[in-house]
């Protein structure tokens, strides 16, 4: 199977006044054509930066990389120009960010925040492959725009589209603001559906609507999706694939259900134990002991060493590796390494 995205190797450091945080600490991760990757961990892991570094929206500075590649479409990402970076963007890469609450300007009514978003895209497709405006007149184009925008608000399920695309979006509700969200990042029928936590600040109808969506669109347009949430319970619902990731690395990654049931990584295992299930008696809900690194200087070897209650010496003096479980499940820990004199 061809792979969309290719993530190898890659580091990447956040420059402060407090000094240099070592936040992406080698993560390799690959998504195929087709596939619905759940990306989870905590807060502060490096899943947001991990997935802007495939469209390349990482702030820069503070951001720098200092080692890897990123490969989209088999072309790596870092060494593109911005021209090319805006084509990529707006043609092959569509981004829901956050919060639907803040995503969109208060100040500018929906047609004319999608119109413009649309027309951005058609400037950078043209800017591209011309060097120039190579387009209709700009009555013309914003007429054509506001067709495409109402046809999108009427596909991601928003009533009345032709009355309602008039509307501020104080006037909308959170979930109908993240359905605006999710029409103009896939105007640009993109390969790639980046879905930065969708669901935050919705109630839990409102989530359910949107994921519903999202499956509806990967189905439809053959949509290849990255999804970063906290829930594992959305990833069991709507993906094929998970990577855990943990202080910037991924530390597991495989089919979902396969990770869900037998979890190897000791931090795969901690996260499902501390999710509340009917079963779980009252006051013995577990949690993972201790916490998360301080990425300005990070323990050495592996980050989850210090939490771990299989840590061995050898774990303070290198980073463990991938080491492939069963067919497509990879786990980054000594304790399956079969070259190691205590593997399992």
Known sequence: MEALVDIQNLHLDMVTLDGVAHVLNGVNLTIHRGDLVGLVGETGCGKSLTAMSIPQ????????????RVYFRGENVLDKSETELRYLRAHHIGVIFQDPMTGL?????????????ILSREDAISATYWGLKWL???????RRARERAIALLRRVGIPEPERRIHSYPHEFSGGMRQRV?????????????????PTTA???SVQAQILRLIAELVREIQLTVLLITHNIGVVAQLCNRIAVMY???IVEEGPVRRVLRAPFHPYTQGLLKAIPTETTPKGKLQGVPGSVPNLYSPPPGC???????????????????????????????ILYREDHPGSL
């Open 57 to 68: 929206l990482t702030p820069k500075p503070p951001a720098r990389y200092v080692e890897g």
């Open 105 to 117: 300007n208060p100040v500018f009514t929906i047609e004319q925040q999608m119109v413009d978003a």
């Open 136 to 142: 209709p007149s700009n009555c013309e184009r914003r």
């Open 181 to 197: 969200l999710i029409a103009m990042a896939i105007a640009g029928r993109p390969d790639l559906l980046i879905a930065d936590e």
């Open 202 to 204: 919705l109630d839990v």
């Open 247 to 249: 202080a910037g690395a």
């Open 303 to 333: 980050r989850f060493a210090p939490r771990c209650a299989y840590a061995r010496s050898v774990c303070t003096l290198q980073q463990p590796p991938m080491t492939t479980i069963d067919e497509d499940h990879h786990v980054a820990c």
